[in-house]
């Protein structure tokens, strides 16, 4: 009989699951692949302005979320493949961001 393989996907270490945690209510774990923020502005520069302070967040740690601005309204997600889950770089992108959503 041949074996058939039911590959699960990995979950987050615990300890990443525990910082990940510390960072609501800025940033939702919505998966194991996939965390988002999203923050409201004033207006649309003051919006503007922070999302390019992400940017370059993001450039500086090689990572490379998807940040959307749609009226005054900034979405960001930080996502892996859905075959890979959340690791320490994601988290550690989402720790920084987090400080700059808090501001």
């Known amino acids: 009989m041949a074996k058939t393989s039911t590959k699960k996907t990995p979950t987050p270490s615990k300890q990443l699951l525990r910082r990940l945690k510390k960072l609501e209510p800025y940033f939702i774990l919505e998966s194991d692949h996939k965390v988002t923020a999203t923050k409201d502005f004033a207006s649309y520069l003051e919006g503007f302005m922070f999302l390019c302070r992400v940017v370059?967040?993001?450039?500086?740690?090689?990572?490379?979320?998807?940040?959307?601005?749609?009226?005054?309204t900034v979405k960001i997600t930080i996502e892996t493949s859905p075959k890979q889950t959340l690791g320490e770089?994601?988290?550690?992108?989402?720790?920084?961001?987090?400080?700059?959503?808090?501001?």
């Open 89 to 103: 770089q994601e988290v550690y992108l989402a720790e920084r961001l987090t400080k700059l959503l808090s501001t």
């Open 56 to 72: 370059v967040h993001s450039e500086v740690l090689h990572q490379s979320p998807t940040v959307t601005l749609k009226g005054n």
